[in-house]
């Protein structure tokens, strides 16, 4: 099952919270592609109970809903009104065909991943040639881990991890497994990526991300966080499929 702590589920389930990330996403995309993704087919892995799921169906073509979370899945069935599709899976062992996507959407996801080096190798095997999957994730190097709000627990001994999680009430335990910006980079190497992070910080706006990220962020030159690409908490890349595997 899916690690979620009370603090966790109450941004997951946050409306504003997940309409944003969801347009943010969009306008990346949207952005990347020169043609219309109202001709693009899209898979989003961990839609959870669909509230995402709901804006990338007005964007796409049409939209498949996967999450390993039988009684999410249900939820999004039963509150979701567009023509998507639900289903129950593990993204790790993903049941399409070879080059079925133009798109894939992974957001929040690897660290909750059993396999995390399977999960990519099954994003690469679903894509077509040429196309992207949208990846955003924790960085293991952020001061504050987001699943729990604790400074640097993620650094910890998972014993003592998990009793400080019980200890303040953030859960029953630590389950989350964080990687570096390096670590990330490795389990993504057989794709091009283009990180969109230092572009988001700088251009809030732009990405319908004025509730998230404060106006000050933005004043920074995009270099510095170019240099600083390391260190950002939360990555998010752009990650093609190029047309010569490997």
Not at 140 to 154: R, V
Not at 156 to 165: H, I, K, Q, S, T
Request: glycine share 4%; hydrophobic share 45%.
């Amino acid at each position: 099952m899916i690690y979620q702590s009370f603090y966790n589920r109450k941004r997951l389930f946050d409306p504003i919270s997940r309409r944003n990330k969801a347009c943010k996403v969009i306008a990346v995309l949207y952005e990347h592609f020169s043609i219309p993704l109202t001709s693009l087919n899209c898979l989003e892995i961990g839609c959870s109970a669909g509230i995402m799921t709901q804006y990338f169906a007005q964007a796409f073509k049409w939209v498949v809903g996967l999450d390993i979370d039988q009684a999410a899945v249900r939820a999004a069935v039963r509150e979701n009104f567009t023509q998507t599709n639900f289903i129950v899976a593990d993204g790790a062992y993903l049941p399409f065909k070879d080059e079925s996507f133009d798109v894939v959407i992974c957001t929040q996801v690897y660290e909750h991943a059993r396999n995390p080096t399977r999960m990519a190798e099954e994003i690469w095997r679903v894509l077509r040639q040429g196309g992207v999957c949208f990846f955003s994730g924790p960085n293991k190097l952020s001061l504050i881990e987001g699943h729990t709000g604790l400074p640097l627990i993620q650094w910890l001994p998972r014993r003592l991890a998990n009793w400080l999680v019980r200890l303040l009430k953030r859960g029953d335990k630590f389950e989350v497994n964080l990687m570096t910006y390096w670590e990330l980079q490795r389990l993504w190497r057989n794709f091009v990526i283009i990180d969109y992070g230092p572009t988001l910080l700088t251009n809030p706006s732009r990405f319908s991300l004025y509730e998230e990220i404060p106006r000050l962020f933005a004043l920074v030159p995009s270099i510095i966080y170019q240099w600083l690409a390391f260190a950002i908490p939360n990555l998010n890349w752009v990650l093609i499929k190029s047309a010569k595997e490997g």
